[in-house]
C-alpha cells in the first residue's frame, strides 16, 4: 500500500464530498442548528410552563360541608381558588348532604392502602377507586376545565373531626393536566398543613408531648452530587442522540463514495489506474471515516455549547473533559459503522439501491443506543462485546462517572476488533471486480474461504484471525455462563482456540506444519523455555505489577480460577486444566496461526504484536502489561526455535507454577510469594537471573529458519 | 519489436454464460484497430480484461511487454481506458480531474501541469476546464474525459465506444484525436457501432459474434472477402440475422 496515493484518493474524496450540500447538512448544519433548537424549545416552553403555572392559582371546587377554618387554610397563600360558582350537581349535592353518599373502599381491598396516600408522588392508579357518582361529576368539571381539581369532603368529616376520629376527604384531579397536577399539589400541602395543626391540638387536648402522633420524623436526602444527577439526565439521552447523528455524518457519503461511483461509471476509470484495490477502499474508508469524525465532532462541540451558553441557569452541567471523553470512544465506533456501511454500499448497484441497502443497516445498528434509556442496563462483561451498544452505554456511564478502567479497555478493545473485522469486510467486497462492475458475487469467494494450494497466512489474514477469535470466545463464553470452572477453562481451550485454530488451517489449506510449527525443538530450546517457563511469570509478579497494581477483586478473582473455583482438586488437575491446556490451545492459536500470519512484518514487529494481541486478548488493563511481556517471550520462543513446542512447555510451567503457589500457600510463603500484593524483591532478583539466562540460552541457540 | 498488446485465448464466463470464449489479438505501435461486433458479442468485457479490469478466467494479456496480473501497476501506468458512458467526478473541475488522476499515475506535479496545459489547448478546453464538470455538456465531458485517459501519455488507449451518444461534431473530435495518437506512434483499440468511423480510421478490423473472433483483417480484406461494397454490409452479412453463428464459423 503506497500511502502517497491513499492520501490522493482521501483528498479528492473529501474535496468532492464537501463540495455536496447534502453532506454539508447532515454533517454540520444539522448538529448546530439541532441541539440549541431542541434544547432551547424545549426548556424554554417547560420553564415558561411551569412559571406560567406557578403564577397562577388554582381553582379548587370543595364539595360538602366545610369544617371551620378549612376554607381559609386552603385560601392562606392566594395560590388555591376556592371556586364557590363550581357547585356539584345536584343529586352529589344532596347525597354529601344527607350522608347518603359515602367514599367507597379502595377497590383492590387485598392490600391495604397506604394510610398516607396523600404522599405518594404517583397517585394510586385510577381504578383503585370504584367508579362513583363524585368521582364522576368530578370527573366531568374537571375536563370541562371549569376548575383544576375537587376536593370533596365526605359527610362522615365533621363527625369524625368532633369525635377524634380521622376525617374522610378526596382530591380529584388529571394527571394529564399540569395545572391539574400544580392543584393536587397545593392541595394536599394545604391539607397536610389543616392536618398538622389539627394533631397538635389534639395532643395538647390530651396533654400529649408534641411529636407524640408522628413518631418519626423522616428525612430523606439526595446524595448523588450535582454533575451526576445532570450527568444520569443526560445519560439517558445524549449517547443515543451523539450515536445516531455521528453515524448519519458518513452515511451519505459512504454510499456517495462506492455505489454512487458505480452509477455514474467512473469506478472503471479507478479500477483500469495502476493502484491496487486496497489503496482505493483505504482512501475511501479513511475519507469517510474523516467525515463521520467532523460530524461527531460537530455534535459534540454543538452540544457542549448549547449547555454551556443556551440553557438557561445552571440546570445541566457537563465537563467539556467528558465531552473530549465522549469523541474519543466515536472514534471506533463512527471506524466500525464507517467500515460497514462501506463494505455494503458497495454491494449496491447505484445511489438509491444503496439507501435501500444502508437504512435498514444504519437502524438494526444505531437503534440499541437506545438501551442507554433503559434503567438497569449497565456496561459489563458482556455488554462491552456487544458493538454499537457497548460506546452508548460507556459514554452514559462516563456521564455518570461511574466508568471502571478495566471496562472502558474491554469496550475499546472489543470495538476495535468489531472495527477491524468490518473493515477486513469491506476491503474483500471491495477486490471483488464482478461486484465493483455491479454484478454479484457469492458469499463463499467473499469470505474467502476458497482453498488456494501453498496459501500462507498474512498479518491481515493474523488481525482478522484475532477479531474474530475474541468475538468468538465472547460468545461462548455466554454460552457456558453457569458452568464450572473447569469446564469453561476446557470448552474455551479446545473449543474455541484449538478448534478454530484446526479448522481455519484445513479450511484454508495451509501447511499445518509450517503454520503452526510443528517442529522437533533444539535441546537449547527447550532448556530455554524451561527457564523462562520457571521466571517470567515472578519478574511479572515482582516488577510490572507494581506499576498498575490491579484492584483486590480482581486478584482474587484471578486466585479463585487458578484454584478451580476454590473447591479442593488434585493438584495434577489444576495443572493440566490452567496450565496444559491454555497451553496448548492458546499457543497453537497465537504462537501457530496468528504468528504465522505476521511472520512477513519480519521478526521484532512479529514479536511485539503477537505478544500485545496475546496480553489484549487477556482482557483487563491491569493484566495488559504482565501477559503482554509474557506473550513476547513466548514468540520470541517459537521465532528462534522454530518449534511451538518450546512455547508450550514455557506456558506450561508459567501457568502451573502460579497456580501450585495459589495452591499451597506453604510452599508459597517459602519462594516469598506469600500475602503481600507484590512479590518480594529478593525472589524477584532471583527470578529475573533465571529469565537472564533463559535468554542467553535462547540466543546461543540455532534459530530455525522456517521451511 | 513487439506489438504494444498481446491476447491470447482470453476466457470469461459469468455463472453459466460465456462472454467471451478464447479471444486472441495483437495491436502494434502506430496502429489503429477496431473492434466491430453487435450488442452482447463480448466487445466491452473483452476490452475490461484487456484493461485490467476484469480478470479473464483464461488467458493472458501483456501490455508493452508486462503481463497485466503479474506486473498489474507497471502494465496499468501505460495505459489508456476510456468508455462512453465513463462520467466524470461531477463537483471536481476538469483541472481538478486531471491532477487527481496525473497523480494516481505517479506523475510529478510540474510533468502534471504542463501536460494538462498541453491537452487543454490540444482539445480546446480553455473554456471549461475550470468548470464543475457536472455542469459541462456531453461532447465538453466527453473530452475532458479524452484528456484524463491521454494524460499519461500511454502506449497504449482502449477505448469502448468513445463516440457513443456524441454529435457528428463531437466525434469527429474524438476521431481526430484518435488519428493524432497514431501519429504519435501509439497503438490503439476502440470498439465503435459507427461503419463509418471504423472505415476511416481502423487499420485492421476484428469482427466479435458471441465471443470469438469471427473475421479480421483490413477493411479492404474484409470486404473482398465477403464480397460486399461497404462495412455495413459486410457487418450485416456476417453477424446479421441470417449470418452463420459463430460456433460453425470458427470450425
Same mark, same amino acid.
Given at each position: ?15 468532492e464530498t464537501l463540495r455536496d450540500r447534502r453532506t454539508i447538512m447532515m454533517m454540520i ?136 376520629r380521622a376525617g374522610r376527604v378526596s382530591v380529584y384531579f388529571d394527571s394529564v393536566r ?400 490452567? /496450565?496444559?491446556? $491454555? #497451553? %496448548? ?6 504462537? =501457530? &496461526?496468528?504468528? !504465522?500470519?505476521?511472520? *512477513? @512484518? /519480519?521478526?521484532? $514487529? #512479529? %514479536? ?6 496475546? =496480553? &489484549?486478548?487477556? !482482557?483487563?488493563?491491569? *493484566? @495488559?502489561?504482565?501477559?503482554?511481556? %509474557? ?77 | ?251
Open positions: 500500500m503506497r500511502l502517497a496515493i491513499v492520501w490522493t484518493i482521501v483528498r479528492k474524496e473529501l474535496t448544519a444539522l448538529p448546530v442548528l439541532l441541539y440549541p433548537l431542541l434544547m432551547m424549545g424545549f426548556t424554554k416552553l417547560q420553564v415558561s410552563q411551569r412559571e406560567a403555572t406557578a403564577s397562577r392559582a388554582s381553582r379548587v371546587a370543595v364539595w360538602g360541608s366545610v369544617p371551620s377554618g378549612l376554607l381559609a387554610v386552603l385560601s392562606d397563600e392566594g395560590r388555591i381558588l376556592v371556586d364557590g360558582a363550581a357547585a356539584p350537581p345536584e343529586a352529589v349535592r344532596a347525597g354529601l348532604a344527607s350522608g347518603a353518599l359515602q367514599r367507597p373502599a379502595l377497590a383492590d381491598a387485598g392490600t391495604p392502602a397506604p394510610a398516607d396516600t396523600e404522599r405518594r408522588a404517583v397517585p394510586a392508579p385510577r381504578t383503585a377507586e370504584p367508579e362513583n357518582p363524585a368521582m364522576l361529576a368530578a370527573r366531568a368539571i374537571v375536563a370541562e376545565r371549569r376548575v383544576d381539581a375537587v376536593l370533596v369532603l365526605w359527610p362522615d368529616l365533621l363527625p369524625a373531626l368532633a369525635q377524634g399540569e395545572d391539574s397536577i400544580e392543584a393536587q399539589g397545593r392541595l394536599v400541602e394545604r391539607l397536610r398543613g389543616y392536618r398538622a395543626d389539627l394533631v397538635r391540638q389534639r395532643e395538647r387536648d390530651r396533654g400529649l408531648s408534641e411529636g407524640f402522633s408522628l413518631g418519626l420524623d423522616v428525612r430523606s436526602t439526595n446524595l448523588a452530587p450535582e454533575q451526576r444527577r445532570s450527568g444520569q439526565i443526560l445519560g439517558l439521552f445524549l449517547p443515543f442522540l451523539l450515536i445516531t447523528m455521528s453515524l448519519l455524518g458518513g452515511f451519505y457519503p459512504a454510499i456517495d463514495l462506492t455505489a454512487g461511483e458505480k452509477e455514474r461509471g467512473t469506478m472503471q476509470t479507478l479500477l483500469c489506474a495502476p493502484l491496487r484495490s486496497i489503496e482505493i477502499i483505504i482512501g475511501k474508508f479513511v475519507a469517510v471515516w474523516i467525515i463521520s469524525l467532523i460530524a461527531a465532532m460537530a455534535n459534540i462541540v454543538s452540544l457542549g455549547t448549547t449547555m454551556a451558553r443556551i440553557l438557561p441557569g445552571d440546570q445541566i452541567h457537563v465537563a467539556p473533559s467528558t465531552l473530549a471523553v465522549a469523541f474519543v470512544m466515536l472514534l471506533p465506533l463512527t471506524f466500525f459503522m464507517t467500515a460497514v456501511f462501506l463494505a455494503l454500499a458497495t454491494f449496491a448497484k447505484d445511489f438509491k439501491d444503496g439507501q435501500n441497502f444502508l437504512t435498514p443497516v444504519y437502524m438494526v445498528l444505531a437503534l440499541p443506543a437506545a438501551v442507554t434509556m433503559l434503567r438497569g442496563i449497565e456496561l459489563n462483561a458482556w455488554t462491552a462485546f456487544v458493538p454499537v451498544v457497548n460506546i452508548a452505554l460507556l459514554i452514559k456511564a462516563l456521564l455518570v462517572g461511574e466508568a471502571a478502567a478495566d471496562l472502558i479497555f474491554l469496550t475499546l478493545v472489543s470495538s476495535t476488533a468489531w472495527a477491524v473485522l468490518a473493515l477486513v469486510l469491506a476491503a474483500r467486497v471491495f477486490a471483488r471486480e464482478q461486484v465493483l462492475l455491479g454484478g454479484r458475487d457469492s458469499l463463499r469467494s467473499l469470505l474467502g474461504f476458497e482453498r488456494q494450494p501453498g496459501a500462507e497466512p498474512t498479518p491481515a489474514f493474523a488481525f482478522t484471525t484475532f477479531a474474530f477469535g475474541l468475538v468468538v470466545v465472547f460468545y461462548g463464553s455466554l454460552l457456558l455462563q453457569g458452568a464450572g470452572t473447569v469446564t469453561t477453562l476446557l470448552v474455551t481451550g479446545y473449543g474455541f482456540f484449538l478448534l478454530p485454530t484446526v479448522l481455519l488451517v484445513a479450511a484454508y489449506g495451509f501447511s499445518p506444519r509450517r503454520t503452526l510449527s510443528l517442529r522437533r525443538p533444539p535441546v537449547g530450546g527447550l532448556i530455554a523455555a524451561v527457564l523462562i517457563g520457571c521466571s517470567a511469570w515472578a519478574v511479572a509478579a515482582g516488577v510490572l505489577i507494581r506499576l498498575l497494581p490491579p484492584p483486590e477483586s480482581l486478584v482474587k478473582a484471578l486466585e479463585q480460577l487458578l484454584l478451580l473455583d476454590g473447591k479442593p482438586a488434585s493438584l495434577w488437575v489444576v495443572w493440566l486444566v490452567i /496450565g496444559v491446556t $491454555p #497451553a %496448548i490451545c492458546e499457543e497453537a492459536f497465537f504462537r =501457530g &496461526l496468528i504468528l !504465522s500470519g505476521l511472520r *512477513r @512484518l /519480519g521478526p521484532w $514487529p #512479529a %514479536i511485539i504484536i503477537c505478544g500485545l494481541l496475546f =496480553g &489484549l486478548a487477556h !482482557s483487563s488493563i491491569y *493484566r @495488559l502489561l504482565p501477559t503482554f511481556f %509474557i506473550g513476547v517471550l513466548l514468540t520470541w520462543l517459537v521465532w528462534r526455535t522454530g518449534s511451538i513446542w518450546t512455547s508450550i512447555v514455557a506456558h506450561t510451567l508459567n501457568n502451573g507454577i502460579a497456580a501450585t503457589l495459589v495452591y499451597n500457600k506453604a510452599l508459597a510463603a517459602m519462594v516469598g510469594a506469600g500475602s503481600e500484593q507484590f512479590l518480594g524483591w529478593k525472589p524477584t532478583a532471583v527470578a529475573m537471573l533465571v529469565l537472564a539466562a533463559g535468554i542467553v540460552v535462547l540466543m546461543r541457540t540455532r534459530p530455525v529458519v522456517p521451511d | 519489436m513487439a506489438p504494444t498488446l498481446v491476447a491470447q485465448h482470453l476466457t470469461k464466463r459469468f455463472g453459466p454464460v460465456a462472454a467471451v470464449g478464447g479471444v486472441s489479438l495483437t495491436v502494434d505501435s502506430g496502429e489503429v484497430v477496431g473492434l466491430l461486433g453487435p450488442n452482447g458479442a463480448g466487445k466491452t468485457t473483452t476490452l475490461r480484461m484487456l484493461a485490467g479490469i476484469l480478470t479473464p478466467d483464461a488467458g493472458r494479456v501483456e501490455i508493452a511487454g508486462l503481463d497485466i496480473h503479474e506486473a498489474p501497476l507497471e502494465a496499468k501506468r501505460r495505459l489508456g481506458f476510456l468508455s462512453g458512458d465513463t462520467q466524470l467526478y461531477q463537483r471536481l473541475s476538469t483541472r481538478e480531474v486531471l491532477r487527481y488522476f496525473g497523480r494516481l499515475y505517479s506523475m510529478s506535479d510540474p510533468a502534471i501541469a504542463s501536460r494538462t496545459g498541453q491537452l487543454i489547448d490540444e482539445l480546446d478546453m480553455g473554456a471549461f476546464a475550470s468548470r464543475p464538470c457536472g455542469t459541462l455538456s456531453s461532447g465538453q465531458k466527453q473530452r475532458a474525459n479524452i484528456a484524463r485517459a491521454f494524460l499519461h501519455e500511454p502506449d497504449l488507449l482502449i477505448l469502448d465506444e468513445p463516440t457513443v451518444a456524441l454529435d457528428v461534431v463531437s466525434g469527429q473530435f474524438i476521431v481526430e484525436s484518435i488519428r493524432r495518437q497514431r501519429a504519435a506512434g501509439r497503438a490503439v483499440l476502440f470498439s465503435t457501432h459507427i461503419m463509418s468511423e471504423a472505415e476511416y480510421l481502423c487499420d485492421r478490423i476484428l469482427l466479435l459474434h458471441d465471443g470469438r473472433i469471427i473475421d479480421q483483417g483490413t477493411l479492404d480484406d474484409l470486404l473482398a472477402r465477403s464480397g460486399c461494397r461497404n462495412l455495413t454490409d459486410a457487418f450485416l452479412r456476417l453477424v446479421g440475422p441470417a449470418a452463420p453463428t459463430a460456433r460453425a464459423v470458427s470450425r
